[in-house]
C-alpha cells in the first residue's frame, strides 16, 4: 500500500494507539512514525515493541515535522495535550483525535490549534476491554466504522487525505455532527458501558451476601456485562463527565422504559413483555445483517474454546 505521510505522530500508545501503529507499519502508511506517552514504563514498553522509529515523552517534540498528529489519550485530557503542541505543529498538518465525545474534545482543543493547521475531530468506533501498547492488534479497525466530525471551514483536501487514511486501515468512514455523534454514541456505547458498570457493582455489593456465588455461577449475561465492566476507568470516567448532557439524556430515557418494563412485570403483563423481547430481538438481527456482529452461538465462544 502507498505511503500517505511522510511523518506520523501518536500521542498516547494505549489500545487504539498501539492498533494504529501497528497497522500504518503493516501497510507502509508512513515513512516514519513517533510515538510519545507521558509514562515512561509505557513508552519503553510500545519500544520493546517496536511499534515507532522514534520515541518520546514530550508530545511538543513529537509533533515537530509531522503531517499527521493522531492524539489518543483520554477526553480529559484532550485540552492539555493540544496545549502542549500546539506551538509545535507545522503549517499544514492534520491533526484528529480518537475520542468517543466530540463535543466536549473540539472546545478543549480547538481554541489551541493555530491557523494553516487542519483539525479534524474523529471517533474509530472500535476496541475491546483491554489497554495499553500490548492491547493493540492489526484489525482491529477492519469493518468498523469511523466517525469524523469536521468543523464548518474544515479544508476538503485535507479532509479527504484523513479519510483515506482511515479507510487503508479497514474503516468505513463517515462525516456527522459533533452533537449528533454525542447523542448517538450516549446510547450506541456510554449507556451500554454504564449500565454494565452498575450491574456488575451491585453484583459485588451483594458478594457478601451470596458468598461468591455470583461468580462461580455466572451465567453468560452477567459474564458479558463484565467484559464491558472491565474497560479502562480512566477513560470511561472522562467519557462520563465529557459527555454529560447527552447521557443524562439517555439514563433519563432509559429509568423511563425500566419503569414501564417493572410495570408490566409486576402487572403481569405478557403481551407488553413478550412484545419489547420481539423488537428487541430484531434489532439485534441488524447489527449482524450489518456485518457489525457474528450470529454464531454464544459468540463464537464455543468455536474459540475448540481451538
Known amino acids: 500500500m502507498a505511503k500517505q505521510f511522510e511523518t506520523i505522530a501518536l500521542i498516547g500508545i494505549g489500545l487504539i494507539g498501539s492498533s494504529i501503529a501497528r ?4 501497510k507502509g502508511l508512513a515513512g516514519s512514525v513517533v510515538i510519545s506517552t507521558r509514562s515512561d514504563a509505557t513508552l519503553k514498553r510500545a519500544q520493546e515493541l517496536n511499534l515507532g522509529d522514534r520515541y518520546t515523552t514530550s508530545a511538543a517534540e513529537a509533533v515537530k515535522d509531522a503531517d499527521l498528529v493522531i492524539v489518543s489519550v483520554p477526553v480529559g485530557a484532550s485540552g492539555t495535550v493540544a496545549a502542549e503542541i500546539a506551538a509545535n505543529l507545522k503549517p499544514g498538518a492534520i491533526v484528529t483525535d480518537v475520542g468517543s465525545t466530540k463535543g466536549s474534545v473540539i472546545a478543549q482543543m480547538a481554541p489551541h490549534i493555530p491557523q494553516g ?3 479534524i475531530p474523529g471517533h474509530p468506533i472500535a476496541g475491546t476491554e483491554y489497554s495499553g ?3 493493540g492488534f492489526i484489525g ?3 469493518g468498523r466504522w469511523c466517525i469524523l466530525t ?5 479544508d476538503e ?3 479527504a487525505k484523513l479519510r483515506a487514511f482511515w479507510e487503508a486501515l479497514g474503516s468505513m468512514v463517515d462525516d456527522m455532527d459533533p452533537e449528533h455523534h454525542d447523542k ?3 446510547i450506541v456505547s456510554h449507556l451500554p458501558h454504564i449500565i454494565a458498570y452498575n450491574i456488575v457493582g451491585t453484583a459485588d455489593d451483594l458478594e457478601a451476601v451470596t458468598e461468591s456465588e455470583v461468580i462461580k455461577y455466572s451465567a453468560s449475561g452477567f459474564r458479558d456485562f463484565t467484559r464491558l465492566a472491565a474497560s479502562d476507568p ?4 472522562d467519557v462520563c463527565l465529557h459527555n454529560k448532557d447527552a447521557i443524562l439524556e439517555m439514563l433519563a430515557r432509559f429509568s423511563e422504559d425500566l419503569a414501564y418494563l417493572q410495570r408490566a412485570i409486576r402487572w403481569g403483563d405478557g403481551d407488553k413483555l413478550f412484545d419489547l423481547f420481539t423488537r428487541t430481538r430484531a434489532i439485534r438481527r441488524s447489527i449482524v445483517q450489518a456485518g457489525q456482529d457474528t450470529d454464531m452461538a454464544d459468540f463464537g465462544r464455543h468455536a474459540m474454546d475448540q481451538k
Open 234 to 237: 480512566t477513560m470511561w470516567r
Open 150 to 154: 469536521p468543523l464548518p471551514d474544515t
Open 184 to 186: 448517538v454514541l450516549a
Open 117 to 119: 493547521v487542519h483539525f
Open 133 to 135: 501498547p500490548d492491547a
Open 23 to 26: 497497522e500504518i507499519k503493516d
Open 157 to 159: 483536501t485535507a479532509k
Open 140 to 142: 482491529l479497525f477492519k
